[in-house]
């Protein structure tokens, strides 16, 4: 690959998953405001977030692809956050028992020479248990998901929360959609194989 691929991101989930490619890339955090718009929907805030977080780092690389990549959950069309402490995760998950929480990813790939970014919504679909008070409890107290969006990690013990997953990439759900990152690598000409 001629250029330089840029991970717009500190996740060391995202990181985890990019690995996956087995490309050489960096990873440098983006300095972008995440507070969303006044009226602005799910879908506009993480495209708009993605982008964002990609052209940012546009000074900073250049002959470079930048993958920019920001998620969210949905429950009753508003957003779930990182809850930051356990009573807000235990307050989470028991308005997520029983129902489906939709995790829009956005994802963005900028290319700084030619300043052509590809950028699309991809959802997943995350469906709970019903669960009790004891099980969110004892789930909060092993895993400690208070820096997750939806309080739970899925690619750990969050896993026996669900009913089941849906959705076409389960990178998705951790923050990456590698699936799509593919294709819009191919359409900058860089085949993965």
Not at 74 to 101: F, N, Y
Not at 127 to 150: K, T, V
Not at 166 to 184: A, C, F, K, S
């Amino acid at each position: 690959m001629d250029k330089t691929l840029i991970l717009a991101s500190s996740s060391p989930y995202r990181r985890e998953i990019l690995d996956k490619l087995g490309f050489a890339y960096r990873s440098k955090k983006p300095d972008v405001d995440e507070t969303p718009l006044p009226t602005e929907s799910p879908e506009a805030l993480v495209a708009r977030l993605a982008e964002s977080k990609a052209r940012s780092l546009a000074d900073h690389f250049h002959n470079a692809l930048i993958i920019g990549s920001d998620q969210v959950a949905v429950l009753d069309g508003l957003i779930i956050g990182k809850p930051g402490t356990k009573a807000k995760a235990m307050e989470q998950l028991q308005h997520a028992s029983g129902r489906c929480v939709t995790f829009l990813t956005g994802l963005s790939l900028y290319n700084t020479e030619t300043q052509q970014v590809q950028t699309e919504v991809v959802p997943y679909k995350v469906y709970f248990r019903q669960l009790s008070d004891s099980i969110i409890d004892r789930y909060l107290e092993r895993e400690q998901p208070f820096n997750c969006a939806g309080s739970f990690k899925s690619e750990a013990l969050g896993i026996v929360l669900f009913d089941k997953l849906e959705g076409d990439d389960p990178n998705t759900l951790i923050g990456l959609p590698l699936i799509r990152l593919v294709r819009m690598l191919e359409q900058e000409g860089i085949e993965v194989l």
